[in-house]
């Protein structure tokens, strides 16, 4: 569920008309609902209400900070896969204690710094992490929590480019390598085996490949065990989809923890569940404004204030985003096919293709739905366009969690040096 729905003629995120924000901080302009992050975190926490479980939430889904501020008084961990995110979790405050390091590169230096802070847990990813991680941990007289993330072989997710469980993907450990290096690990100074983890993709709404995986996940734990391991948690990733069509129907949280529940049953395991996408994806839109119709021979383009270096979703993906008129249409109003682009000089810089919608003109607003995971935190200044500004709404007030950069701040980290200067 959302909240973003038309009252009175025009389309609202919670108790703020969105074509309020859009007049006020401008477009193109990212609007998040602080109700939909609670409602969505609590819906998961309830359905594994029960079981031992550490919810992580994936920070790379969306970073900003008032995001993760809403989501740590919730009582969520975090999943992070950089010293950044780290710190940035931890600003937000989520404590150390409750995150885990995920991604395939890691530095010695992101190392230092997660060990000192104290986390959960280092999802390790290769051999070589996890010799470089013992060194480190070994230098600091610490020792690191690990599991190793293993490649079940597994293929899920909406897209190509995230799926990750397969042989061939970069993530992961191979599967009939996992046990010979968990005996390298057990006997490795500074690291602590914990657990398993596993991840095999984004936007999955079947839950019959995330079982797959998970048996065989949980039967590499029992054999650790078996080989001396003290193997106390299985992180099971992320990955559970949401709709971004109406017609979309992916599997309930309610569903998705029944089905771990099962598959963990009867062996103490703590849970570790890396959700990202399913709390914040519905939790957020994108505001545009149309500027021009533009008539081609075999089409009509709609082009917009909104590029793909804002919402890039699309263009690395094919991505569906439903796009919404701020302004309610009338039964009966006329539709018009498009071809929705943005002004980002580059081909790929479109957003929909023959796509029916109310017909549009010059100055209307536009919504992106299901626009809240994976959005502004892809966004770029390229085109010397500005970083997109995110809003988060409560109730029936706004604020501005993330401002539109000015020139003068997009350029202050850049300098013309002196020689350069002496020949003009």
């Known amino acids: 569920m959302h909240h973003f729905n038309y009252a009175g003629g025009r389309l609202q995120c919670e108790g703020v008309d969105l074509g309020r924000i859009a007049d006020e901080v401008g477009t193109p302009v990212y609007v998040y609902s602080n109700a939909t992050l609670q409602r969505h975190a609590r819906v998961i926490a309830e359905a594994f ?11 790379k889904a969306n970073g900003n900070l008032a995001v993760l501020a809403t989501l740590a008084a919730e009582g969520c961990g975090a999943d992070v ?31 230092k710094l997660a060990l000192e802070a104290g986390i959960h847990q280092f999802n390790v990813e290769s051999a070589g992490e996890l010799r470089l991680l013992s060194k480190v941990a070994s230098d600091l007289g610490s020792a690191a929590p690990i599991a190793l993330r293993v490649n079940p072989d597994v293929a899920a997710g909406g897209h190509p480019n995230i799926s990750t469980g397969k042989s061939g993907d ?14 390298e ?14 991840h095999i993709g984004s936007q999955i709404g079947e839950l019959g490949p995330m079982r797959a995986a998970f048996e065989k996940v949980v039967g590499l734990a029992l054999r650790l065990r078996e080989q001396g391991h003290d193997i106390a948690r299985i992180d099971v990733g992320g990955g559970l989809g949401i709709p971004y069509r109406e017609t979309d129907a992916p599997a309930a949280p309610s569903a998705y923890a029944a089905m771990i529940s099962d598959v963990t049953a009867g062996h103490g395991f703590e849970v ?15 505001l545009t404004t149309a500027l021009y119709e533009k008539q081609a021979p075999d089409r009509t383009f709609l082009i917009i204030d909104a590029g793909m270096n804002d919402l890039i979703r699309p263009a690395l993906y094919g991505a569906h985003h439903d796009i919404r008129p701020l302004a309610e249409p009338a039964l009966g109003t006329a539709e018009k096919t498009y071809d929705v682009v943005g002004p980002i000089c580059e081909s790929t810089d479109k957003f929909a293709t023959a796509r029916n919608l109310p017909e549009v003109a010059p100055g209307d607003r536009l919504a992106f739905m299901s626009a809240g995971a994976y959005g502004a935190v892809l966004s770029s200044a390229y085109n010397a366009r500005p970083l997109v500004p995110e809003v988060l709404v409560s109730g029936d007030h706004y604020s501005v969690v993330r401002r539109r950069p000015d020139f003068d701040e997009m350029t202050m980290l850049e300098e013309v040096p002196d020689w350069i200067k002496a020949k003009a």
Do not use: C, H
């Open 81 to 111: 896969v950089s010293g950044g995110e780290m710190q940035r979790a931890m600003k937000a405050g989520i404590p150390a204690s409750r995150i885990v390091f995920s991604g395939v590169g890691k530095t010695a230096a992101e190392m």
């Open 185 to 198: 690990a057990g006997k490795l100074p500074g690291i602590k085996v914990v657990g398993v983890d596993v």
């Open 49 to 59: 209400s029960g079981q031992k479980v550490l919810i992580a939430y994936s920070v």
């Open 170 to 183: 970069k993530f992961g450990v191979p599967w009939g390598e996992a046990e010979t290096l968990y005996a």
């Open 272 to 286: 570790i569940l890396e959700p990202g996408r399913v709390i914040a994806g519905n939790a957020g839109v994108l």
